[in-house]
């Protein structure tokens, strides 16, 4: 995950459509595909983006390390799941129900596809050469969010994703949580076979 980037390096706009190829692609329940993308890739969108899902900016104080380096990305994607379009699909003939009740989903399949469609968006971007980060809409930004960008109520943001070139600054270290500060956990402490 990377916070921060290059401001000089623009994206180019076919690696951001194979990152959308992609992510069409992840698996969906019923293959119901309940995702839309939003992509924010011009200085006024990203702009948008940020004043929308961040507090007003207050002109005397600093905003925070992480908010200043990911306020350097070019590119933003916004991954949407739409509960709405799981249950229509599940009351479909071939699917056996006959109504739209919630109740039978163990999990929101709904949020666990679009994930999946998101993670396939993080691993084309590093295959591209493209630094991102994926992190959470602030639950009291999601109205603003939906009215700045004419997101139907329908579709919730699961998250965003932001995308650019890595800086060329070696000292960039990463936040205090990054793989470069803390240990990843190792397989044998998260991997059972057999029984837990």
Not at 23 to 45: C, E, H, I, K, N
Not at 123 to 133: F, K, N, R, Y
Not at 134 to 148: K, L, N, S, W
Request: hydrophobic share 40%.
């Amino acid at each position: 995950m990377v916070r921060s980037y290059d401001p000089d390096r623009p994206v180019d706009p076919a690696a951001v459509d194979r990152m959308l190829d992609n992510a069409v692609r992840a698996p969906s329940a019923g293959f119901s595909q309940g995702w839309g993308f939003l992509v924010l890739d011009t200085p006024d969108d990203v702009a948008r983006f940020w004043a929308a899902n961040t507090h007003p900016v207050d002109p005397d104080v600093e905003p925070d390390t992480w908010l200043r380096g990911m306020r350097t990305a070019p590119v933003v994607v916004v991954p949407l799941s739409c509960k709405e379009v799981y249950l229509d699909r599940y009351a479909q003939d071939d699917k056996g129900w006959t109504d739209r009740d919630e109740s039978r989903w163990p999990v929101p399949y709904w949020d666990i596809d679009t994930g999946m469609a998101a993670l396939l968006i993080l691993q084309t971007a590093v295959d591209e050469g493209l630094g991102a980060c994926f992190f959470g809409v602030p639950p009291h930004a999601t109205d603003r969010f939906r009215e700045a960008f004419g997101v139907p109520t329908a579709y919730t943001p699961i998250g965003a994703i932001t995308v650019g070139y890595k800086p060329s600054d070696p000292s960039d270290t990463g936040a205090a949580g990054s793989p470069t500060r803390r240990a990843r956990r190792g397989v044998d402490e998260v991997v059972h076979r057999s029984r837990w």
